[in-house]
């Protein structure tokens, strides 16, 4: 039998880090993958899909969206989706006076169970007195879906590992962390992060996808299989001792020259540089606009100078920096202050 394990989906999410139209496009996107996801299972002979929490993002779910994804699985009639809330999730409101396919099927915060002969696969949805009746049976391949943080502790949003240790579990199929992750439970069984099914953000870098997990008489087999239509990447490029803004920009090409044409991509500006550095963030995130599917730039990187250095400078500008090093202002703020004084004083746009 074949399972596919998934979750964090957040669909109608606002990616408010992304322009209003592309945050739109890409919001189609992650419903276009699931659909995808659903025919990769229909041709590749999955029983089940479990959604281990957050398909939605919050109460406000648009409409569409709902009808789309119940299409979706009334469409899918050879598959059971197998749907636990997360802590986003505010289906109870979404699916409110909707007549739900029948092959879909919900958890509550009570321990419930659904029956594939190979495979129990159990759910609930986090509560105080989770841990208090585990109702598996040891002799059997029990996958248990939960959402929450794993943890060595008891508490509100945590799963707490020793307490489902020697229980039986062969899977324990997690949500509500974005990336994929899977390490032993005890000797029998194994915890898994499946991970989103499509980063948002520049905190969800890296591969996204899903878990496909197949039972029989071998035991219990997973792999992750990447699945995302884009990747998110962070790119970090060390500008120190680049004076000019050419050559930053080719230092950046580089160190993006892997990553796919469609993909998102911030750069991280790293390093030291001098004031006779040319480094203009809007020219540079212009420049790779065409070469992906949205840039960002932010910039760490930190001016090299000292009050020495212009100690014997009777220039305005010399007494300037001395009159700004001298002050009690933090580092970050010298710095600032700095860079837009010598912008005025070379006649440009002072803010930086």
């Not at 009570?110 to 585990?134: F, M, P, T």
């Not at 039986?168 to 898994?192: F, N, P, V």
């Amino acid at each position: 039998m074949k399972l596919i394990h998934c979750s964090d989906l957040h669909l109608d999410s606002k990616m408010e880090a992304l322009p209003p139209h592309k945050a739109k496009e890409r919001g189609s996107e992650i419903l276009l993958s699931l659909e995808s996801m659903v025919e990769f299972a229909l041709n590749n002979g999955v029983t089940a899909i479990m959604i281990a929490g957050d398909m939605f993002d919050t109460q406000r779910v648009s409409p569409a969206t709902v009808s789309f994804v119940l299409d979706i699985m009334r469409r899918a009639k050879g598959i059971d989706f197998l749907y636990l809330r997360g802590n986003h999730d505010e289906s109870r409101f979404a699916f409110t006076g909707r007549e739900l396919p029948e092959n879909l099927h919900l958890f509550s915060e009570i321990w419930q169970s659904y029956d594939y002969g190979e495979a129990v696969i159990w759910g609930a949805e986090l509560n105080a007195h989770l841990y208090d009746e585990l109702p598996f049976d040891k002799s059997r391949c029990n996958i248990v879906m939960l959402h929450g943080q794993v943890s060595t502790e008891t508490g509100d949003g945590l799963v707490c590992l020793p307490r489902l240790r020697n229980r039986g579990i062969s899977y324990l199929a997690l949500g509500h962390i974005h990336s994929y992750a899977k390490e032993r439970l005890d000797l029998d069984g194994y915890w898994c992060y499946c991970g989103c099914l499509e980063g948002r953000g520049f905190d969800e870098c890296g591969e996204k996808g899903f878990v496909l997990i197949e039972t029989g008489d071998g035991g219990l087999h997973t792999r992750f299989v990447p699945f995302a239509k884009r990747r998110l990447h962070n790119v970090e490029v060390d500008i120190s001792g680049l004076e000019a803004v050419s050559e930053i920009r080719e230092a950046m090409r580089i160190a993006s020259a892997h990553i796919d044409r469609g993909d998102l991509v911030k750069f991280t500006l790293t390093g030291n540089f001098s004031t006779d550095t040319q480094k203009d963030t809007v020219f540079l995130r212009r420049a790779f606009e065409d070469e992906f599917y949205h840039v960002k730039i932010k910039d760490e990187s930190r001016l090299a100078i000292s009050r020495e250095d212009y100690i014997h400078d009777i220039s305005l500008k010399g007494a300037f920096i001395r009159g700004v090093m001298d002050s009690e202002m933090d580092g970050e703020e010298k710095e600032r202050i700095i860079l837009c004084g010598l912008r005025a004083l070379a006649g440009e746009e002072a803010d930086v």
